[in-house]
T-cell receptor, first 116, second 111 residues
Framework: DAGVIQSPRHEVTEMGQEVTLRCKPISGHNSLFWYRQTMMRGLELLIYFNNNVPIDDSGMPEDRFSAKMPNASFSTLKIQPSEPRDSAVYFC??????????????FGPGTRLTVL | QKEVEQDPGPLSVPEGAIVSLNCTYSNSAFQYFMWYRQYSRKGPELLMYTYSSGNKEDGRFTAQVDKSSKYISLFIRDSQPSDSATYLCATGKTSYDKVIFGPGTSLSVIP
């Protein structure tokens, strides 16, 4: 199993540009999570999906952020326009969402975003 | 008040020492408690998983939950340099929805 796949691994862009981060969850997992990690704020949940449906997007910081999950094997997180304060490591995680299981979240390697 | 609080460290110990990492949480509805380990420039990975109060042991690692005081602990026995990482506690109300992560404690085990 390849695990959670994220692309790109690194992204450097200029303020005002659109940024799209991509995630492929582990096959068979029903839940997908987008997190942002910074030194100051730690690991913050931005949004999560169950069965491709957004369940909680209360962590999305602003309207500049949007996330989609068009099918069970793909999700995107878009920032438009990007700002320097968006610089962080963005993680995608997936989980099997079994009612009686422990539902470990498996994290991808992250995308390191730098907005100049 | 943050939902999960954790001393960020950094914590530096000699090889072989016993390490104690701690978290507190605010919501009494939290039932599931986890410890994730994150190596530098990697994603977090689940280390320990417990439900409700009590202890759970896995090799050199012991997780302890005291729901009455809303206190979570992770003990590492005979610490090794390979244990050097950031440890994040996490908790949630159900096993299949979102979890809340603490800010993490950075640990260095010195040979």
């Amino acid at each position: 199993d390849a695990g959670v796949i994220q692309s790109p691994r690194h992204e450097v862009t200029e303020m005002g540009q659109e940024v799209t981060l991509r995630c492929k969850p582990i096959s068979g997992h029903n839940s997908l999570f987008w997190y942002r990690q910074t030194m100051m704020r730690g690991l913050e949940l931005l949004i999560y999906f169950n069965n491709n449906v957004p369940i909680d997007d209360s962590g999305m910081p602003e309207d500049r952020f949007s996330a989609k999950m068009p099918n069970a094997s793909f999700s995107t997180l878009k920032i438009q326009p990007s700002e320097p304060r968006d610089s962080a490591v963005y993680f995608c995680a997936s989980s099997p969402r079994e009612v009686l299981g422990r539902n470990e979240q498996f994290f991808g390697p992250g995308t390191r975003l730098t907005v100049l | 008040q943050k939902e999960v609080e954790q001393d960020p460290g950094p914590l530096s110990v000699p090889e072989g020492a016993i390490v104690s990492l701690n978290c507190t949480y605010s919501n009494s509805a939290f039932q599931y408690f986890m410890w994730y380990r994150q190596y530098s420039r990697k994603g977090p990975e689940l280390l320990m998983y417990t439900y409700s109060s009590g202890n759970k042991e896995d090799g050199r690692f012991t997780a302890q939950v005291d729901k009455s005081s809303k206190y979570i602990s992770l003990f590492i026995r005979d610490s090794q340099p390979s244990d050097s990482a950031t440890y994040l506690c996490a908790t949630g109300k159900t096993s299949y929805d979102k979890v809340i992560f603490g800010p993490g404690t950075s640990l260095s085990v010195i040979p």
